[in-house]
């Protein structure tokens, strides 16, 4: 079965939207996320303990104890051998989307990322890059400048850990540090604070914090350079900063605020563009977590006056036996400037039968709300493979 799937994953890499972070790792006593990821604030390449707790704890034990298992913690699933400085993963997530909007369905396969993930360590040094194909988006990340079938490195940077590792410096192209690190990229809170891991990394320089019971990051934007014209680059700063007063619950606050020349999507002119929030994670029982995210979302520029919106998410994972995930989201969106408000729900299932191999289905329907009395809805179903191995 491993061997079908490692060819599965290569074959990835050649055919036809991507965070590998799950926040519900609170059930485990989980409030930090840089154990588990090179990332400081999570998602991404794991760690060799990463690994490990990826087979211990989160894929399917078909009925094996702990102490049964052995965890591979290297490449492929341990079928190569690194030098201990270097870290390596292959990250493929893919499969099927289905839309009906307006009495109109569309079937398409989706290519969200096929990547090559990789990490050098050298003492308190480290660097850390990605470099993956995608046959369409994630234009944002493209090293070639083709209408498809781009070459992309959605991050590539440096850093330096403190002897305590609670310290983190880095400096290059880099995730946004703001809010809830989900998987779903396409939820509104990543999408209109422009936050989501498929291609929305910015340039800049970075420090974050992993200590007992609080972590937080703060980034400091010099812009995306892989936009052209420069006139579309944002400046400026994002950040968040997380508390757990206890082990089954963290509190956070993000805040970010950037300014262009010119705006990327609305083309307007001396863009200022800003998102500041609270999310919050919390594991109820064994079984259940709720987390959610709310944001204002406020827009000005040279030719447009102040204008506010907001978004938010609510969502339930219950795990009733280890491996199988049943997820309940909930979305609201206004967006900046507008007067209606859209709305979303969805539903999903994960089954991580594998370490770091995961089969998940969701459908989510959304009600877009013009403000003028007419809404359209619309029904998404999408089913598709994560392997980060």
Not at 273 to 278: P, T
Not at 313 to 342: C, K, S, Y
């Amino acid at each position: 079965m491993r061997s079908a799937l490692l060819l599965f994953v290569l074959l990835g890499l050649f055919a036809p939207l991507g965070a590998q972070a799950y926040p519900w790792m609170i059930r485990h006593g989980y409030t930090s996320c840089a154990s588990c990821h090179t990332d400081p604030s999570g998602g991404g390449l794991l760690t060799a303990y990463g690994r490990a707790q990826s087979e211990l704890l989160l894929a399917a034990s078909y009925g094996k104890t702990k102490e049964e298992v052995s965890p591979s913690t290297s490449f492929l699933f341990g079928a190569v051998t690194l030098p201990e400085w270097l870290n390596m993963a292959l990250s493929f997530r893919g499969g099927a989307l289905v839309n009906r909007a307006s009495e109109t369905t569309n079937v398409r396969p989706v290519q969200m990322t096929s990547d090559v993930r990789a990490q050098a360590t050298l003492g308190q040094f480290r660097a850390n890059g990605s470099l993956g194909f995608a046959i369409r988006r994630a234009r944002a990340a493209a090293l070639t400048s083709t209408e498809t079938n781009n070459l992309v490195s959605r991050e590539h940077w440096l850093g330096w850990d403190n002897e305590a590792q609670t310290v983190t410096v880095r400096a290059g192209r880099m995730n946004l540090p703001f809010g809830l690190r989900n998987v779903e990229h396409t939820s509104w809170v990543r999408e209109r604070t422009r936050t989501d891991s498929n291609d929305q990394q910015q340039y800049g320089v970075a420090v974050a914090y992993n200590g007992e019971g609080m972590r937080g990051e703060l980034m400091g934007i010099a812009g995306n350079f892989m936009i052209h014209p420069d006139i579309y680059r944002e400046l400026g700063y994002s950040g968040f900063f997380e508390v757990a007063p206890r082990s089954n619950l963290a509190l956070g606050v993000s805040s970010l605020v950037t300014r262009a020349n010119y705006d990327v999507e609305s083309r307007q002119p001396l863009f200022w563009r800003q998102a500041h929030g609270v999310f919050a994670r919390w594991a109820v029982t064994g079984p259940l977590v709720l987390m959610g995210e709310a944001d204002m979302l406020v827009n000005s520029s040279r030719d447009q006056r102040m204008a506010v919106g907001y978004t938010g998410l609510l969502q339930a994972d219950v795990e009733p036996i280890q491996g199988l995930h049943l997820l309940v989201t909930g979305e609201a969106l206004r967006t900046v400037g507008g007067e209606g408000v859209n709305l979303g729900a969805g539903l999903g299932a994960a089954f991580i039968f594998l370490p770091q191999v995961e089969l998940r289905v969701d459908g989510t329907a959304r009600r877009l709300d013009s403000g003028s009395g007419s809404t359209t809805d619309v029904l998404s179903v999408i089913a598709q493979l994560h392997l980060l191995i």
